[in-house]
């Protein structure tokens, strides 16, 4: 069934479905929205992801791998429906990607490898879903492949995601042999003869009419035993007709209880045209769901999704290119024109949308308004970022925007040509621009730009997007890690005599000072009264008990910025020194060759001499990490930590998996994420935080890590 999109740019907003793509890489996400356009008759010609033919992975990245890495927003009409799709990342690193996206729509359509099952970045993104409250349906596809079993992939969605699954379709043939589905609903075949790509209704194979009732009988009794309508008519009739069970799994559908699961194979093109009807029946429109929820003042309040409330978006994706910034939102409520001026609460300016364009990947079609429920890009935006609220300017509202997840991993980077160094700066923020989930800093210890993701790949197409979009030529590294070096055992009675006679004024300056650890640990974040604290910081006292005057108090306070001054350097590599108290206990001054200038060069020398006299002791930064892993790789990832000097300060079993926590050197972090990954199929992921700082081993005393 084709139709032309034109036709329904006004479409009401009951026909309306705002849907994601969900799965893990590889299970045909990409190939499936592929197949959507094709048959909607938004394109004429079936792209390929193995020929680098796709709409949605238009970019030269995707197309050289073979995955998606952007979401990409497309919309097909459908049975007098307009459907915006937008084709999400199935790798863990693009998962933030996933978020924002999630945080949009509607509803979703999850698609499973019919060999695989639920595989972890499946398990991920249902999650994903879950925490923004957004309906599902499963598409079980690769149906025709060698070992594809649809019972065993619904059977792992049962185990591993715990909904109720309610299949509504049973497989005619398997494997290389699978030509078509029963709709059990409304009991008839559907069937697809080879190079055709429309389905043929039909009857029941008589060979499969006794599994067929017995399936339906199974889906009416899992149905009745959810939703109460269904039940009274199950009680009374013995059976459902298609029409309650049709309204009672919409019913589970919206409200999570239950989950439609519908097969076919996408690259075959086999199973598309019920599914898009399973989709337009099941999931919501966006009248369907509940008011969005924002503040105003400090106080909540709800906006309905209709054309004529007061305009409020969401911003969720950014595309900052060198000709201008696409900014893709999601209308919640009202109406906004072409060359309307809008409120963004982030910046709490005004500006004005100078285009409004119905996107279709990188494709782009004008259009003169957007209503509440449309999917829309907009250009003439300076200044919004993903998670902003866009909204009328007489009728502020700050909607909620999609969380961020803590960058994981980190690398080095930095131009190659010396000239290239503020563009490479100006390339950085742009990308960050585009993609919140990276964080880009200057380290102000090694003077390093830090560019952190959620994993190696992930940092590897940043990298890779400079180089090709900003022709820069980008040197990537392991980012150098800040040493401290503080005073285990200190010195006593240290005598430090600045005696400088060249002509004209000399200097003199004579101390007696005292050195010694403070009481607290290192890196415990208590502070000593100058603001000092865990973060890295320089935790440093300086007293004086000197009397009678023998030094004077302006000496003093230059004496105590002599030695700050020699804390910039420690004795062992150079590192800075932290962690420690000098006291002076005497000195004497020259009525005439004394100064401040003396006294600050002495207390320089003097703490530099002390400091070569004490035992010293390296700190290396830690982090306080904390690590979920399915029961199953406990072992494994407690092995690995205790590898890379972790201390394990406990352990919590939720639900299937084990939370660990531990501290461990932040040296020995870098490359983590996929050591984690790979241990645990996947299913792995940690947070990690900065914990202050630790004594080194003693082979770090020299200025090289241990590993």
Known sequence: MRTDLH?????????????????HVDAGKTTLTERILYLTGTTHKRGEVHDGTTVTDFDPQERDRGITIFAAAVSCAWDGHRINLIDTPGHVDFSDEVARSLRVLDGAVAVFDAVAGVEPQSEAVWRQADRYGVPRIAFVNKLDRAGADLDTAVESIRERLHPAPMVVQLPIGSQAGFTGVVDLPRMRSLVWPEGRDTAEEGPVPEALRDAAEGRRRQLEEAVAELHPGALEEFCAEGTLSARTLTAALRDLTRSGDGVV????????????????????AYLPSPRDVPAVRGTRDGTEQERLADPAAPFAA???????????????????????????TVWDSGTGRTERIGRILRVQADRHAPLEHAVAGDIVAVVGLKSARAGSTLCAPGAPLVLEPPTVADPVVSVAVEAVGSADADLLVSALTRLVEEDPSLVVRTDPE??????????????????????????????VGRPRVAYRETVARGVSGLVHRHVKQDGGAGEFAHVVLDVEPLEDAPGDGDGDGDGDGGDGATRFEFRSTVVGGR???????????????????????GHPVTGLRVVLTDGATHPKDSSERA?????????????????????????????TVPDEAVG????????????????????GAVVITATVPLVELFGYATRLRSRTRGRGVFTARPAG????????SRGTPAR
């Open 261 to 280: 699961v519908l097969c076919g194979s996408a690259y075959r093109n086999r199973g598309i045209e019920p599914l898009l009807d399973a989709a337009v």
């Open 314 to 340: 969401l911003v969720f994706k950014v595309n900052a290119t060198a000709t201008g910034r696409l900014t893709y939102l999601r209308v919640y409520s009202g109406t906004i024109g072409k060359g309307e």
């Open 551 to 573: 030094v004077p108090q302006e000496y003093v306070r230059a004496l105590e910025a002599g030695c700050r001054d020699a804390l910039a350097d420690g004795p062992l590599g």
């Open 693 to 700: 700082y630790a004594p080194a081993p003693s082979t770090a």
């Open 636 to 655: 494994g990832v407690l092995g690995d930590l205790a590898a890379r000097r972790g201390q394990v300060s406990g352990s919590v079993a939720r639900a």
């Open 599 to 627: 006294f600050r060069t002495a207390g320089r020398f003097a703490l530099r001499e002390a400091l070569r006299a004490c035992v010293m002791v390296l700190l290396e930064p830690v982090a306080d990490v904390t690590v």
């Open 7 to 23: 036709r329904h740019l006004d479409t009401p907003l009951a026909a309306v479905r705002n849907l994601g793509i969900l799965a």
């Open 446 to 475: 090694t003077g390093q730009l830090v560019l952190s993701g959620m994993g190696e790949l992930h940092l590897e197409v940043a990298v890779e997007k400079i180089r090709l979009a900003h022709g820069l030529d980008v040197r």
